[in-house]
């Protein structure tokens, strides 16, 4: 069983930046052997892609609305995999999820085999 925590949410300004992590943590896992993404759910909303990324890092993918603010990236050997997020806006409010899949990056095969609970981020002015 794959365990994934999110870490890193809080309550912030518009333009303000801050770094999500996600670890893996279970018997013998290895993010190395998924790939990974982050999701969002906003109040009210359906959860929505936001960025996925390959195994080696290589590939990235973003949502439109994302593209040019979110960078994600992973550090195999930590365990890791980082959303950072600039220039924050009010939209961006929601519970921003990690998950893991089997099958590939690519956000239109991308299910989700393992899911995080959540890290919620707050914007506010």
């Known amino acids: 069983q794959v365990q994934l925590v999110e870490s890193g949410g809080g309550f912030l300004q518009p333009g303000d930046s801050l770094r999500l992590s996600c670890a893996a943590s279970?018997?013998?896992?290895?993010?190395?052997?998924?790939?990974m993404g982050w999701f969002r759910q906003a109040l009210g909303k359906e959860r929505e892609f936001v960025a996925t990324?390959?195994?080696?890092?290589?590939?990235?993918y973003y949502a439109d609305s994302v593209k040019g603010r979110f960078t994600i990236s992973r550090d195999n050997a930590k365990n890791t995999v980082y959303l950072q997020i600039n220039s924050l806006k009010l939209e961006d409010t929601a519970v921003y999820y990690c998950?893991?899949?089997?099958?590939?990056?690519?956000?239109?095969?991308?299910?989700?085999?393992?899911w995080g609970q959540g890290t919620q981020v707050t914007v506010s002015s």
């Open positions: 998950a893991a899949d089997t099958r590939s990056a690519d956000p239109r095969d991308f299910k989700g085999d393992y």
């Open positions: 279970g018997r013998t896992i290895s993010i190395s052997d998924y790939y």
């Open positions: 990324i390959s195994w080696s890092g290589t590939n990235t």
